[in-house]
């Protein structure tokens, strides 16, 4: 996924309207795990002169420990407080892109939190390109089920919504690798409208 050539396979379709003004702002990604929030967020933010961020990375600085066992000592709904701890530092952070957790939308506080906050861009792909991106990945608590592509799905379709609320804008799944994507993104969150109809 680190590779240029890597495909997150994303195109944007979506209406900007009433996204906040990103030039000199923070962008913040949402997304299902294996979206590509991290492989993006690095690219957008190198091209865009902004700090990279990660919300369970630095919870993990904080903690000294993995999401993993964070969710093993305190269960889901300790790791969820964490969050939104941690969340309300990052959103303080000026000219950053944050790449969030997968259920950071689940709190109807950190989707608010998020919003007000800067510019919100769902990642979304299928199912299916998230199950071969998670499925050999022993780091997703959540998926450490019997039926874990069931369990993907569940989550998917409890989530997909709330990712939807929350975004100002929605990038669908599609066919442009992951730097591609990024410098279209870039060049419309960096011209004088910030807004658009249509896709890219």
Request: include cysteine; proline fraction near 2%; hydrophobic fraction near 35%.
């Given at each position: 996924m680190?590779?240029?050539?890597a495909?997150?396979?994303?195109?944007?379709?979506?209406?900007?309207?009433?996204?906040n003004?990103?030039g000199?702002?923070?962008?913040?990604?949402?997304g299902?795990?294996?979206?590509?929030?991290?492989?993006?967020g690095?690219?957008?933010?190198?091209?865009?002169?902004?700090?990279?961020?990660?919300?369970?990375?630095?919870?993990q600085k904080?903690?000294?420990?993995s999401?993993?066992?964070i969710?093993?000592?305190?269960g889901?709904?300790?790791?969820?407080?964490?969050?939104?701890?941690?969340?309300?530092?990052?959103?303080?952070?000026e000219n950053?892109?944050?790449?969030?957790?997968?259920?950071?939308?689940?709190?109807?506080?950190?989707r608010?939190?998020?919003?007000?906050?800067?510019?919100?861009?769902?990642?979304?792909?299928?199912?299916?390109d998230?199950?071969?991106?998670?499925?050999?990945?022993?780091?997703?608590?959540?998926?450490?089920?019997?039926?874990?592509?069931?369990?993907?799905t569940?989550?998917?379709t409890?989530?997909?919504?709330?990712y939807?609320?929350?975004a100002?804008?929605?990038?669908?799944?599609?066919?442009?690798?992951?730097?591609h994507?990024t410098?279209l993104l870039a060049q419309?969150l960096?011209?004088?409208?910030?807004?658009?109809?249509g896709?890219?």
């Open positions: 680190n590779s240029d050539n495909t997150v396979a994303l195109s944007v379709a979506a209406n900007a309207n009433n996204a003004e990103t000199s702002g923070s962008i913040f990604l949402v299902m795990m294996g979206a590509g929030k991290t492989t993006v690095k690219l957008l933010a190198s091209f865009l002169n902004k700090t990279f961020l990660d919300s369970d990375r630095e919870i904080r903690t000294g420990v999401i993993p066992v969710f093993e000592i305190e889901e709904t300790g790791f969820r407080k964490r969050e939104t701890e941690m969340l309300l530092q990052l959103v303080k952070t950053i892109v944050l790449a969030t957790g997968g259920g950071a939308v689940l709190s109807s506080e950190n608010e939190m998020l919003k007000r906050s800067g510019t919100v861009i769902y990642l979304r792909a299928t199912v299916d998230l199950w071969r991106r998670t499925r050999q990945d022993k780091n997703r608590p959540l998926l450490q089920t019997s039926d874990p592509r069931r369990k993907l569940e989550l998917y409890q989530r997909d919504p709330l939807r609320e929350t100002h804008i929605v990038v669908e799944s599609g066919k442009r690798s992951a730097r994507l410098q419309q960096t011209c004088s409208q910030h807004n658009w109809n896709s890219l």
